[in-house]
């Protein structure tokens, strides 16, 4: 899928390129910019503009190429990235270790007002405040009364939620008596216990804290045993006590001793009780250290700073700062506001004292540590935010407060100064502030500190009786949360994507910086970065979520938010961290229009991320947000609108997968509904993402299904098959493969299309296999193997639930293939045996007596399964791995039944041979069997075929059709099965050896392959594997058959309609839950094969007496349906970066220079060789350049245009790529083309960028490999993508094989060959254009098209026409023009290089032709070079020169004579004669698809011209230009 996108392309504004730019710029942008929709999802290389900056301005601009086979699903075919395990990210909902909730707390005050405790001694003066409140100015019983309800509400202003207890000067027996009632009331959550001890001796180095008696007349000691006992488990302590941290340390000990013995004696604690090490304290001091008595500051500064932080702060900062002169300390207590409404000065300050010590905690703590203490509790987050400034100010008094768990110190972190200048503008406006707001004093009055419940507190002010008539003093807000966002987007915009190396300012391990979480799927290689991690997030994250709450900084925090989590998973995992979830969820109430883009952009980072937030948004109805703007009509209400919709379609699908009750909210909501108006829509991710959103809706959900039959969806998604983008088609057959019963979540699948109780049960049994066959018979042939992977899952579908007819398939299969091999070369087979299959058939079908109506009914359906059939067992020998390996374990399930079924009884299934080994079990495998042939099946049929054919030798043979359908070449066997020969392996090395066993593997090559036996084979049981093969399961009924093969095909029919009334009836009684049903094998255990009835049997006598279907194969697995990873790819797609440029498209980046490089050295090429051009066509071209030497008989080779690279490709189908200018072999390996085959075309696509290499073979196939140049560093050499080009192969005595033509500038391949069509395909859609018919018997020979922009291309034929052909015109009439003057197979046919219009054919008899397509039908200019036969003939690209080389003959076969040519004056410029090393004559070419025993190609771009001979030697050769 399309990376790089720029900011404006997704959320409607311009991405700023720094920090100069006006801060409201961006929100003033206009939300409109159009959307780009790439179907083939391909990028230009310069994929972003106007992102250029002046550091690059003398940079070229790289031209726009588009490199084909290079897209995200050519390198993944569908599969999602492999995460390593230590790449997961860190729990963002407070549950590690213990989560913490406080349910009530105690508020213990032992002041014992008036009498000092006797081991304290005060200073004098000395600090006196308790809660605000002076306690000697009051009777002493109204003064601890005061305190206690001043400390209530300090408490409540944390969290009002939570009941507080004040406990004032308790007895022991009241203490004990209110902290058990206390555990009672909380049950298992968390109390939170408060215990001020000023009054009372200091705690006990042994953990002892007192309380009083009754009488006030003795200090009673209590252990924090008892303490703990009376509590219980979780708690949150705080002690506010001189030498508090006795009580922390013994806690701590008394905590492990208890989880110790609880551990060991019961083996741990119940269910939800934590252990005690997971309560939290709060210390004022440490062990030797005594409170603060400075008479500035309260006697409770500790809990003053834990419960009033910014009254406690402003008196500390007017202590420690010089303020002007008009500002006094009294002024500064009548600071006007509240502490809840951020529009005023103190509820401002407060909201920023929230983000700055948030902020502080976030960037010291490790992040489970912050997780738990700031996002788990609303009271715990703001004890442990305001324990910083505590540590801040007692710090300065020589006082440590200490916590548990231990906290790294913050006192001198550098947002204390931001802190302190916050609190200095305040201040500063503070005398107009007050001399303007009305009922202000004249004059500031001293604080009163008495007897008011919140005497003290700043913001309460005396009342003055004279109004003031003045205009209030505007307050101005302080630039703080500004700033903060300004120095949030420059770290965004200078970098803040880039990578570096793990260290300091790295990503913490802990969010995921051990790796990077967006690696280089586009180049799919093991890059130098690889070792790279992000960088560390900015401070300022937890103050953009601050933002969030303002509605003037909204809309900006939100734009910067998503430009961070459009980094990476793990950015959305840190803002997720910090706490964004409950205020993202609540901005979706918001009405407002310009927060949706940058919503609905998060939300889809974040369910991309952590899907489990699917239960949120059903919980709080936010997914009717989305689905709001998905249904909505209008595009101009939402910039970008189709690409916005498909993110709500992703978030929507995302709700509904694998989750009940979010796929009936969304049915309520009407999501189908707007996702299958949206098929329609043209921007490709929008339709790719309502097919999946419907996949995931009626996923295991009958009620769903009956509503889209309804609606007729499936008849739509089949329509779309036809799609141009292969990411469309793949999700369509996702949505039709969860419909037909695949697991679109977790579960296994099965059980068809549900009950359809509104369709009867024959046109329910129709439908699922009219959706099979439809989608079957519509991407069958579609080059793109992540479609043919979606393709066989459906099928997969199909094979479960209908798996008796493809068991009656697969025996008419067999049957025919063993009358066929046993008939034709012994003409004494009995007549009667010959049709045992056709008898079977017409008797299964005389069962239905009279009614032609339901024989014919029946005979297409099973005319339906045997398509199916033949596309899959195509498909078990697909040339994409993946593929083929999943076909296999379908078509080995369905043959497994087929030996366990009454098939077997009848002696008409042979067995597998005895000596049947699975793949890999041979020193080196086969190059077919091994890598891709059947583990069950290595001896199917495969008779001799020297040719492939579809000309239908039998027409009613089944196993010749799927012969056809396979492009004629049969399965190989391990016998069968070509290696290179033995000489050529006798000079290898063992690396060599098995690199030319096989061919290259894919990127992502993942899919595995099920056995449908229990036991997979293991080594140790190889013996056992190749018995149990050897001797399959038989019906428990012993004896000899009484039965027909009719009888067995009416019982496989039958149980299979069981199955669908079992199925009909089950949901007729309830929902059917996901991932289950009675599709699974009638509900057998182990996935058995019993029918529907739940009996391994289920006999029929009023039918015949054969038991039902396959109940006999119960040691079979369940294999069935395939699981597909297509939704997770589709995915990922939302978590990569799509507001940047990728790595190649950032300047400076090392693969941006690579490829500026790359454009200057090819464009300095291109200037050189025109220079050269103008030269070469004059002079002689016998440089000698470079003597290489292959492996082998060099056939086909190419040069790439700009790198000195050579492929050449052999007559055993080994590819080498080599460095000319080095003389060195850079790359060596198998082809895959199976035995009796070669390869025919060769041809090297995006030379521009770098190369990949297409090979055409005579099996149909066209394969491309990526990474060849080992020295490029790029990772190991994979096939790209392979796909079967053309399937109607004609069966003729002399062809061609596979012949294509490859124009880069269109994307465009032109295949024919052995054919009597021509075949077009897109590279961009993967998809066939359209079919020409060459109206010609002979095989095309060459083809070649105009590297412009022209629709017309020239192709020869073996019986020597040339004919010209336009696509543009009517298939009857794209045959414009046509040559006759050659008689014999024409070689080559070429463009003229220089003259448009004008083009040159070869012929093997040794003529030249250059014809003009504004002429007449004769040649305008003829040579006739080579009297004994011409052998290759090529035209350079560059230059008017063409060479040929003398075909051997009887008489001269030793030497080779080559001659250059100039087409301008037809003068001879080089003769050669190259010797061939050949002892002997050769009585026959080295392969019967190429007529000639040598090969010549020139340079596309250099005056060169390489030559293979039949020895291996590769003589390459230069004009000499001077």
């Known amino acids: 899928m399309q990376n790089g996108r720029n900011v404006q392309d997704l959320l409607g504004f311009r991405e700023r390129q720094g920090s100069d730019m006006d801060s409201d710029v961006l929100t003033e942008r206009a939300w409109g910019s159009p959307s780009t929709s790439d179907p083939s999802s391909t990028r230009t290389t310069n994929g972003a503009h106007g992102l250029r900056t002046a550091s690059d301005a003398t940079l070229p601009d790289p031209t726009p190429i588009i490199p084909y086979w290079s897209a995200k699903r050519h390198l993944t075919c569908g599969n999602a990235s492999p995460r390593s395990s230590s790449a997961r990210l860190f729990p963002w909902r407070g549950s590690a270790p213990g989560k913490l909730k406080t349910a009530n ?60 207890k004040p406990i004032l000067d308790p007895s022991y027996e009241d203490l004990r008596r209110f902290c058990i009632t206390l555990r009672k009331q909380a049950k298992d959550e968390t109390v939170c216990f408060y215990y001020n001890g000023h009054g009372v001796p200091k705690p006990t180095p042994s953990g002892e804290l007192w309380c009083f008696n009754r ?180 710090k300065n008094y020589h006082c440590t407060p200490h916590t548990h768990p231990p906290l790294p110190a913050t006192n001198t972190h550098q947002l204390w100064a931001a802190w302190d200048l916050a609190l200095d503008t305040c201040l500063r406006q503070l005398p107009e502030l007050l001399a303007k707001t009305p009922g202000a004093p004249s004059s500031p009055p001293s604080p009163v500190i008495g007897t008011g419940a919140r005497s003290g507190h700043i913001g309460q002010r005396g009342s003055s009786g004279a109004p003031n008539t003045e205009k209030p003093y505007q307050y101005i807000p302080s630039r703080f949360f500004t700033d903060q966002l300004t120095a949030f987007e420059v770290w965004i915009s200078r970098g803040g994507s880039a990578l570096t190396k793990r260290g300091p300012l790295s990503l913490p391990l802990q969010n995921g910086g051990d790796r990077c979480d967006t690696p280089d799927v586009v180049n799919g290689t093991t890059s130098p970065d690889a070792d790279l991690v992000p960088r560390k997030p900015p401070d300022q994250l937890p103050i953009v979520l601050q933002v969030l709450l303002s509605q003037p900084h909204r809309l900006r925090a939100l734009i910067l938010l998503s ?21 993202i969820s609540k901005l979706l109430q918001a009405a407002g229009q310009d927060l949706r883009p940058v919503l609905i952009f998060i939300w889809a980072r974040i369910l991309a991320v952590d899907p489990s937030v699917q239960v949120d948004l059903y919980n709080t109805g936010g997914f009717k947000y989305f689905a709001n703007v998905l249904a909505t009509q209008e595009d101009n209400e ?225 005319s339906s399964f045997f398509t199916i059939f033949v596309v899959l067992m195509e498909l078990t020998i697909d040339p994409y791995h993946e593929v083929a390996t999943l076909a296999q374990t379908v078509m080995d399930y369905i043959f497994a039944l087929l030996l366990a079924s009454p098939f077997a009884k009848l002696n008409l299934v042979p067995p597998l041979p005895v000596d049947h080994k699975p793949a890999g079990t041979n020193g080196v495998h086969s190059r077919v069997s091994s890598a891709q042939g059947s583990p069950l099946m290595q001896h199917p049929p495969s008779p001799s075929l020297s040719r492939p054919s579809n000309t239908l030798r039998r027409t009613s043979s089944f196993a010749n059709t799927l012969r056809h359908l396979a492009g004629g070449i049969p399965f190989p066997s391990s016998d069968e099965a070509r290696a290179p020969p033995s000489p050529v392996l006798s000079s290898l090395s063992r690396s060599d050896v098995l690199t030319a066993s096989r061919p290259p593997s894919p990127n992502f090559n993942i899919a595995q392959y099920a056995s449908p036996y229990s036991r997979p084979p293991t080594p140790s049981r190889e013996k056992e594997r190749e018995r149990d093969l050897a001797s399959p399961p038989v019906s428990p009924t012993a004896g000899t058959a009484t039965f027909l093969p009719s009888h067995v095909m009416e019982a496989l029919v039958e149980e299979d309609m069981v199955r669908l009334r079992a199925r009909r009836r089950e949901g007729a009684h309830g929902r059917r839950s996901a991932g289950s049903g009675l599709g699974h094998a009638g509900g057998s255990a182990g996935g058995g094969l019993n029918s529907p009835c739940e009996s391994t049997f289920s006999m029929d006598s009023n039918v015949s007496n054969v038991p039902l279907g396959c109940g006999t194969g119960n040691g079979l697995r369940d294999v069935l349906p395939l699981k597909s990873s297509f939704f997770a790819w589709c995915c990922e797609y939302f978590t990569e970066p799509q507001m940047r440029q990728t790595e190649a498209d950032e300047p400076g980046s090392v693969q941006y220079n690579y490829q500026v490089w790359r454009q200057q050295r090819n464009e300095q090429v291109i200037t050189e060789t025109q220079r050269q051009a103008i030269v070469a066509e004059s002079s002689r071209w016998d440089r000698p350049v470079a003597n290489l030497h292959v492996n082998s008989h060099p056939l086909c080779m190419a040069m790439h245009a700009y790198d000195p690279h050579l492929v050449i490709a052999n007559d055993n189908d080994m590819i080498s790529v080599w460095d000319w200018t080095q003389r060195k072999r850079l790359n060596y390996f198998c082809n895959g083309n199976p035995k009796g085959t070669s390869i025919t075309s060769l041809h090297i696509i995006n030379q521009d960028v770098g190369g990949i290499i297409m090979t055409g073979a005579a099996d149909g196939i066209v394969r491309l490999y990526r990474n060849y140049d080992p020295t490029m560093n790029q990772g190991p050499l994979q096939m790209v993508s392979s796909f079967r080009a053309l399937h109607e192969l004609i069966r003729v005595r002399r062809g061609s094989g596979l012949v294509l033509d490859w124009k880069q500038s269109g994307g465009t391949l032109l295949i024919g060959g052995d054919s009597r069509i021509i075949r077009v395909w897109d590279a961009h859609t993967e998809t066939q254009v359209l079919d020409l018919e060459t109206n010609c018997e002979s095989p095309v020979t060459s083809i070649t098209s105009d590297q412009g922009s022209s629709s017309t291309f020239i192709v020869g034929f073996a019986d020597g026409l040339v004919k010209v052909f336009d696509r543009r015109l009517e298939e009857e009439d794209a045959i414009v023009r046509s040559y006759h003057d050659h008689h014999s197979w024409v070689q080559n046919v070429k463009y003229h290089p220089r003259i448009s219009g004008q083009f040159l054919s070869a012929s093997l008899a040794g003529e030249v032709r250059l014809w003009d397509l504004r002429g007449s039908d004769t040649a305008a200019q003829a040579w006739d070079l080579h009297h004994a036969g011409l052998s290759v003939f090529d035209v350079h690209s560059q230059t008017g020169v063409f060479a040929t080389t003398s075909a051997l003959t009887p008489a001269n076969f030793r030497h080779q004579r080559l001659t250059v040519h100039s087409i301008s004056d037809s003068s001879l410029l080089s003769t050669l004669s190259l010797p061939t090393g050949l002892n002997a004559y050769p009585s026959r070419p080295p392969t019967p698809y190429i007529p000639r025993h040598t090969s010549l190609a020139f340079h596309p771009m250099e005056m060169l011209y390489a030559v293979g001979q039949p020895d291996g030697s590769v003589k390459i050769t230069g004009c000499k230009l001077t």
Request: hydrophobic share 40%; glycine share 6%.
């Open 105 to 164: 707390a105690a508020l213990v005050l032992c002041l014992n007002i008036d009498v000092d405790p006797p081991d304290i001694i005060k200073t004098n003066p000395c600090a006196a405040l308790e809660c605000w409140v002076n306690p000697h100015s009051l009777p002493s019983h109204k003064a601890l009364e005061a305190i206690g309800s001043n400390l209530q509400h300090q408490f409540e202003g944390l969290s009002l939620k939570i009941p507080y």
């Open 215 to 394: 009488n006030y007349t003795q200090y009673i000691p209590v252990s924090l045993m008892e303490v703990q006992t009376w509590l219980g488990s979780p708690g949150v302590y705080i002690w506010d006590c001189s030498a508090a941290g006795h009580l922390l340390s013994n806690f701590i000990t008394f905590a492990e001793r208890r989880d110790q013995d609880a551990f060991t004696t019961r083996g741990g604690y119940a269910d939800g009780m934590q252990p005690y090490m997971n309560s939290l304290q709060l210390a004022a001091c440490a062990t030797h250290e005594q409170l603060p008595t400075c008479p500035e500051l309260p006697a409770d500064v500790f809990t003053s700073c834990l419960t009033s932080p910014i009254d406690i702060a402003l008196r500390y900062f007017i202590m420690t700062h010089h303020l002007p002169n008009n500002i006094t300390p009294d002024m500064v207590m009548q600071l006007p506001g509240d502490l809840k409404d951020r529009r005023t000065p103190l509820g401002e300050l407060n909201w920023i004292f929230t983000a700055i010590t948030d902020t502080i905690a976030w960037t010291t703590f490790p992040r489970d540590v912050f997780t738990r203490l700031y996002r788990s509790d609303l009271l715990i987050a703001s004890l442990f935010r305001n324990f910083l400034l505590a540590e801040r100010i007692m």
């Open 563 to 583: 430009q961070f989590v459009d980094l990476g998973p793990w950015a959305v995992n840190l803002v997720l961290t910090i706490g964004i979830f409950p205020y």
């Open 638 to 862: 939402l910039p970008n609108s189709s690409e916005h919709k498909a993110m709500c379609a992703f978030i929507l699908s995302a709700v509904a997968r694998d989750f009940y009750n979010g796929q009936m909210a969304c049915w309520r909501e009407r999501v189908f509904d707007a996702c299958s108006e949206r098929l329609e829509e043209g921007d490709f991710l929008l339709r790719q993402w309502s097919a999946l959103c419907i996949a995931q809706i009626w996923d295991s959900n009958d009620e769903v299904k009956v509503y889209g039959v309804d609606r007729g969806i499936q008849d739509k998604l089949i329509l779309m098959l036809s799609d141009d983008s292969p990411e469309v088609r793949s999700a369509v057959l996702y949505a039709l493969s969860t419909f037909m019963g695949a697991a679109g979540g977790k579960g296994q699948g099965g059980a068809g299309t549900g009950t359809q109780y509104q369709l009867e049960e024959r046109i329910h049994f129709r439908m699922e296999v009219a959706v099979a066959t439809g989608a079957t018979l519509a991407v069958r042939d579609d080059a793109s193997p992540m479609v043919r992977k979606e393709l066989l899952v459906l099928i997969s579908c199909l094979v479960r639930e209908w798996r008796g007819h493809f068991v009656v398939c697969a025996w008419m299969y067999w049957e025919e293939d063993r009358r066929w091999r046993a008939g034709e070369p012994h003409t004494h087979y009995h007549h009667a045996e010959e049709e045992v299959t056709a008898q079977a058939l017409a008797e299964w079908l005389d069962g239905f007596g009279d009614d032609e109506g339901a024989r014919e009914e029946n005979r297409v359906l099973l």
